[in-house]
Structures are given as structure tokens and as C-alpha cells.
């Protein structure tokens, strides 16, 4: 089978083809991050304008990159939520209109699960309907999952502030660094020491264990960045100081969340777990997840790094496991649960 991906919830118009769920014929992702970057995060208007530009001249491109003519695609896959309202429009739009053109079906994805199936992909059969743990942490979400296989899953924890990416970015904004933080503050962190500053997650008194909380972390930085800039902006930091509270933030995260990942695992007697979202690229989280994983034998799915932030690679790959449904009852759904299908 073969599906036409089409991602366009936040500021990457990302298209791709994938055969059988799992090949990636190819990928076209465009971001208009240089467009926002003097804003110090995503504007919402600027990012349709852009999917809107490049949306058609990216189609283009895949056909011919991929060498596929519209007549071999079996079905349209589109993300429908949760991001950015106008920004999903876009990419539905698009989807529901290539639909109607070549006669092909259309299947809404939803966009977190979508990360979570990219864990799955490549050439390892991986088995979809086994029990798993999933842990998805991207830009705007951090979400901790029990799934009964892709078609059935159960949220044990989500943020109660920041997501993941959200806390790296905005501290990376307090050290001086560029937009968007992760990588920023992953490269940053190389040259520094993990254990010069203890950062300590807070804990919460009410709800469920396995909900995340970044934003105290993310103050605990800022003054730590004061106390050291004796009130300066963070660019008058000594360089090893910025790579010293980088790389002790970086690893305060990265053990918060291999830590529920694995009382997650072990408490539910699963013994697999597949982690996705923009994040899952940072390599200090990778190396402690596959540690981790080694250690409690328990199988980790993870996505190569190409598949970790946005892409229609994803999309067009959990579409192949899904029913279609009535394309023109598809519309955006900008706060969707991980749970929900279209
Ligand atoms: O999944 P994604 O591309 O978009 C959303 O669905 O939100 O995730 C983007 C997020 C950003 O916050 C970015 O800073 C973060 O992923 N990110 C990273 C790394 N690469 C991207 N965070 C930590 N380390 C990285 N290497
Ligand atoms: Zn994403």
C-alpha cells in the first residue's frame, strides 16, 4: 500500500510517500522557522502563510523525487490535530482536495500517535498490537501512554505546565541560546558538567505519579542565570558557566523522564516502549533510554533521527494501519487527545 503524507501542524510543511507503513519512498520537509526565529518562537499567522506558499511546489517535488505517478497512491493521510488550527486547515485542505482530484481516500491522523509510529517504522517487524508503553515528547506535548497495540491507548501522565520541548526552548532563551532550544542546549551541553547544578523536579501532591511538571525547573535555571550574571543579560555569561547549567538542566530532564518511563514499565509488567516527538532527537536522552532499556530488558522502539520531529513520513505511515473515513467530515481538531482517532 501506498500513502501520501501530508503534515502541516505547526511551522514544517512536511510531505513524504511510505509503502507498506514502514518504507519511506521519500520526504520533503520545509520549515519556516527562519521566519519566526526574531519572534523567539512559532507565530501561528506566519506558519499557514507558509504552508499555504509551499504546499503544491513540495508535492511536486515528491512525485518526482519518489518517481510516483498519483494513480499509484492508494490513500491521502493527513494530520488533523492537535497543533496549530490554522495551520492543520492547510494540510486537510490540501488533503480532502488531492482526495476528491484522483479519487483516493482520506485518513485523519493524529499527530502525537503519529510520532509514536515512528518508532515503528524501518526494516525490524515490530509488532503493532502488542502491549507498550509510550512516551511522546515534543515542542507542545509530553504524554505518558499504556497501549494495548497503535489501535488502544490509555494516558497515565501529561505535563501540567511546559512540555518538554517548550522547557528547552524557553531556557535556552534565558541562556543566550538560539530558537528552537533543543538542539541548541544539546550542543551547548557537550562542552559542560552535568553535575554542577542539581535541579530538582517538583513533585506533585494531587493527581496522577506520572504527570510531568518542567515549569519550576525552568525558574530554578533563571535564577542560577541571575546569580551568575550578577544581573547581566545571559549573553555576558562566561561561556562554561552557559555550558555548565545546559548540560545540568539537560540531564535533570532526561532522568525525570527515563525515570516514569521505566515505574511505567515496570509497574504494568510491559516490557516494550516506544518513545517519539522532537525531543526523542536529543542523543543524552537516547543513550540513557537505551541504556535504561538494556538494563530491565525491555524492548525499545525508536526513531531514527530523521523521523523524530515533524514529518509526513509518520503520518502517511500509521494512515496504512487505519480505516478511512468520510473525508469531508474531516476538520482540524487543534486540541486533540493522544487518545482519539478520526
Ligand atoms: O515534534 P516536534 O518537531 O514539533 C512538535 O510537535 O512540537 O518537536 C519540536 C521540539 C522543539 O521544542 C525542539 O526544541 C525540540 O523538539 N527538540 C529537541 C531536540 N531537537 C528538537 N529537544 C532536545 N534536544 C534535541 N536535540
Ligand atoms: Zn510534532
Keep these: 500500500m501506498l500513502v501520501l503524507g501530508i503534515e502541516t501542524s505547526c511551522d514544517e510543511t512536511a510531505l513524504s510517500l511510505v509503502a507498506d507503513g514502514r518504507h519511506v519512498l521519500a520526504n520533503e520537509v520545509t520549515s519556516s522557522l527562519k521566519e519566526h526565529q526574531r519572534y523567539g518562537g512559532v507565530v501561528p499567522e506566519i506558519a499557514s502563510r507558509a504552508h499555504v506558499n509551499l504546499i503544491t511546489y513540495q508535492l511536486e517535488a515528491l512525485l518526482e523525487k519518489a518517481r510516483v505517478h498519483p494513480a499509484q497512491i492508494d490513500r491521502i493521510a493527513v494530520t488533523f490535530g492537535p497543533g496549530l488550527a490554522g495551520s492543520l486547515l492547510i494540510g486537510i485542505a490540501a488533503a480532502k482536495a488531492l482526495g476528491l482530484a484522483w479519487g483516493k481516500p482520506v485518513v485523519g491522523v493524529n499527530h ?175 543513550e540513557r533510554l537505551k541504556e535504561l532499556c538494556a538494563d530491565f530488558r525491555i524492548a525499545l522502539g525508536i526513531p531514527s533521527l530523521g523521523l523524530c520531529t515533524d514529518n509526513g513520513a509518520m503520518v502517511a505511515g500509521l494512515a496504512a494501519q487505519l480505516i478511512p473515513g468520510e473525508p469531508l467530515d474531516l476538520t482540524a481538531r487543534p486540541n486533540l487527545a493522544v487518545e482519539s482517532f478520526a
Design 112 to 286: 502525537l500517535q503519529a510520532h509514536l509510529y515512528a518508532a515503528l517504522m524501518g526494516d525490524t517487524p515490530w509488532p503493532l498490537e502488542e502491549r507498550m508503553v509510550g512516551l511522546v515528547v515534543s515542542g507542545g506535548h509530553t504524554a505518558l501512554i499504556e497501549m494495548e497495540g497503535i489501535h488502544r491507548m490509555r494516558l497515565l501522565g501529561q505535563t501540567r505546565d511546559d512540555a518538554v520541548g517548550e522547557a528547552f526552548d524557553k531556557v535556552a532563551k534565558l541562556l543566550g541560546l538560539g530558537f528552537p532550544g533543543g538542539p541548541e542546549i544539546e550542543r551547548t551541553a557537550v562542552g559542560g558538567n552535568p553535575k554542577a547544578h542539581r535541579f530538582l523536579v517538583a513533585r506533585m501532591k494531587d493527581g496522577s505519579d506520572y504527570d510531568f511538571s518542567f515549569s519550576g525547573i525552568k525558574t530554578a535555571v533563571l535564577h542560577k542565570v541571575r546569580e551568575f550574571g550578577n544581573g547581566q543579560a545571559a549573553q555576558a555569561l562566561p561561556a562554561e558557566a552557559v555550558a555548565d547549567l545546559a548540560a545540568s538542566f539537560q540531564e535533570s530532564v532526561v532522568e525525570e523522564l527515563v525515570g516514569k518511563v521505566l515505574n511505567a514499565c515496570r509497574r504494568g509488567r510491559i516490557q516494550r516502549l516506544i518513545v517519539g516527538g522532537g525531543v526523542i532527537a536529543n542523543r543524552r536522552l537516547r
